[in-house]
């Protein structure tokens, strides 16, 4: 059985760089004061994990992340009975760790994951803000610090992996899309240390690729893709190859596109 992936929030003193763009980093603190869950609906790659990291470290709160997918359980969210030296044991689960913890979970692609899934999900979602553990007969009671935040990317949706109405009214909901070009410029320079100039090319670039999105491409660049291309080049890669490792090849195995998205990148970079 495939395990969630759990990641510590860095400490409250050293937060993971977020440029705030829209007013959402208000928005999460009113969440989290308010104790209301988060839903973030956004692109592959425009930020969503950053910025939860961001917010529980400036918040001071541990961070529990689970990267969902189709094998994930309600077991694997709660925990299950383990045997430990010839002793039968109870493991929790990130989410009733964060529960017992006052901690923020993060449940990334929420619609990735099985149906049972948010079935767990709503009772710690509404008024109630309780956790039942039917295995070892336990209802937690969540403290004020707990927070569940859920992400999607709704470029992924279908019939099959969306989320019910019944469940999406649980959450308050943010919508993430990429940073405006000279924003995107100036986080590529934060992080890669490549001017913000030749920076800004880079991002000229990536919203080109983004308006092939549906057309020839699945998904467009990420901010995450850019970053990389403009550390490369600061290390000293021919630019050009720097472009197709990181804003080329890992959109598209399929040749003609890859030769569409080169001359996509000529005109673009000029």
């Known amino acids: 059985m495939a395990r969630p992936s759990i990641l510590p929030a860095p400490g409250a003193d050293d ?33 969503k994990t950053r910025f939860v990291a961001h917010m529980a470290a400036r918040l001071g709160r541990p961070l529990y992340t689970v990267a969902c997918h189709d094998d994930l359980t309600a077991a694997d969210l709660t925990g299950r009975y383990l045997l430990k030296g010839g002793d039968t044991v109870w493991a929790d689960g990130p989410l009733t760790r964060a529960v017992r913890d006052g901690a923020i979970c993060y449940l990334d692609e929420v619609v990735e994951a099985r149906k049972d899934v948010t079935v767990v999900l709503h009772p710690v979602t509404d008024d109630r803000r309780t956790l039942p553990l039917e295995r070892t007969g336990e209802i937690l009671h969540a403290p004020p610090e707990f927070m569940l935040v859920v ?11 969306s989320l019910k109405p019944s469940t999406r009214q649980r959450f308050l909901a943010l919508e993430f899309s990429f940073p405006q070009p000279e924003v995107e410029a100036a986080i590529v320079a934060r992080e890669s240390g490549l001017a913000q100039e030749r920076c800004a090319a880079l991002v000229r670039l990536a919203n080109a690729l983004r308006e092939l999105k549906g057309k020839d491409l699945d998904e467009g660049a990420s901010t995450r893709l850019v970053i990389y291309c403009a550390s490369l080049i600061k290390a000293g890669m021919r630019p050009a190859d720097a472009v197709v490792a990181a804003l080329i090849e890992p959109l598209t195995d399929d040749p003609d596109v890859r030769q ?11």
Not at 23 to 46: V, W, Y
Not at 152 to 157: A, E, I, R, T
Not at 260 to 265: D, H, K, S
Request: proline letters at 9%.
């Open 15 to 47: 937060p993971p760089f977020y440029r705030e763009t829209a007013g959402e980093c208000e928005l999460f603190e009113r969440a989290f004061r308010n104790r209301m869950p988060l839903l973030i609906k956004g692109p592959t790659g425009c930020g």
């Open 260 to 270: 569409g998205l080169l001359r996509v990148a000529d005109i673009a970079l000029g």
């Open 151 to 161: 992400s999607y990317n709704p470029g992924y949706q279908n019939v099959l992996k």
